[in-house]
């Protein structure tokens, strides 16, 4: 499928620098062999993760508990207690290893934004500058010794060098080592037509199929994996060296849950982007209609999912007047490519919009929480995943 002209999602830019603005061909496709879902034209890693990255994990104070029960469940079940050592890459802000850090676990962060690695290291996490591949693992080994649990959230999807990973990974894991990863799950997109997860900094698209596959031809296997409802529905999966630690049932379970899903037949992708189409469609129709009534509308959250969303549907600044965010990097500019402004949270507090495009539905509970008094106040939700409607 194609998705049209797309710029770097996280690229929230100022009018100056427009003309430069770079774009790219959004597309996907999948490979009925490895049964991975992924981009078919990739970004320059370089272009996405850099000194003025515009994601910062800690925005949510959700995600901030959900990374806490993620270490302790590390620490509790997979630490040798002679001298661990935990490795994590994509690290940002220090999310998942500040809770490491404070127990006074030997810890190492993988971050090339470097930003967002130097807040971590402001609250003590060691923490390096670099991309991750394999011949880091070669010079973090050499340097530190191998790790006990080698962690990724959000992170193991953008990489497109994933053999190199894999590889590096298996050398750097201890004997009974594991790797613990999260990503947003196929499964989820195709049953909720989250087509937003799709944009340049997600090279891949993981089933349990396709990460079983991927990992199995570098000696490991998938021990485990735990459905979270994170990040509009992500998969943890469990690796460890194959034979070194028991396979849960789970592995097999999902598995036929994506068959029976039809995870690994092209005709489901096929829907899906019929699907997808009617999604736009439907928004585009609301979207429309509410400004022939002279509605305001205003976007929740300048997530780098609504990137996507406002380029591929072509949402302009008359449909929404601003988004509004809570991170300062972002505020102040405008949205890549569609050019909608991205105002503080004040200005969506100070005068509430009669609807609110919610573009960061995957935190939905944490904000429904502190939204009251917009409801109150008569403001209503639009929703574009599962579907497409308004709630009060
Ligand atoms: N783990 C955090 C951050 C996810 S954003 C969370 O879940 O909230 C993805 C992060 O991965 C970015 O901070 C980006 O700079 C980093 N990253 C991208 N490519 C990487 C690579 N090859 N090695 C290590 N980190 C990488
Ligand atoms: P994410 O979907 O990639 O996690 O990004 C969420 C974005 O939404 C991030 O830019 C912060 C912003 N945000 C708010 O503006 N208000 C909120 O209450 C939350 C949870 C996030």
Known sequence: MSFGKMPIANGFL?????????????????????????????????????????????TSVRMAEHFQRFAKGVMKDYLDPSDPFVVEIGSNDGIMLQNFARAGVRHLGI??????????????????????NEDLARRIVAELGQADAFLGANVMCH???????AAGIRILLKPR??????????????????YDQIYDEHAFYFSVASVSHLFGEHGLEVIDVLPQ????????????????????????????????????RPETYDQLRRNIERSRDELMALLRDLKRQGKRVVGYGATSKSTTVTNYCGITPDLVEFISDTTPIKQ??????????????SAFQERYPDYALLFAWNH???IMAKEQKFRDAGGKWINYVPKVQVSA
Request: glycine share 8%; net charge negative.
């Open 14 to 58: 100022t009018p100056e620098q427009y003309p430069e603005e770079y774009f790219f061909e959004l597309g996907t496709a999948f490979c009925p062999h490895c049964k991975m879902v992924q981009l078919t034209e990739l970004v320059d890693e370089r272009k996405m993760f850099h000194e003025n990255y515009a994601f910062f994990s800690s």
């Open 111 to 132: 971050e090339p934004s470097a930003n967002v690695a130097e807040v971590a290291r402001g609250k003590g996490i060691r923490t390096i500058s670099e991309f991750f």
């Open 159 to 165: 990489i497109p060098y994933l053999h190199s990973v």
């Open 177 to 194: 080592g594991v790797l613990m990863f999260e990503d947003p799950y196929m499964g989820d997109i195709v049953q909720k037509t989250s």
């Open 229 to 264: 409802n994170v990040h509009g529905g992500s998969m943890r999966y469990v690796i460890a060296h194959k034979g070194a630690r028991p396979v849960s049932a789970a592995v097999a379970l999902q598995r036929a849950r994506e068959e029976a899903l039809g995870l690994h």
């Open 332 to 345: 102040g500019k405008f949205s890549p490519g569609a050019h909608i402004p991205v105002r503080p949270y």
């Open 364 to 366: 939905a509970e944490e």
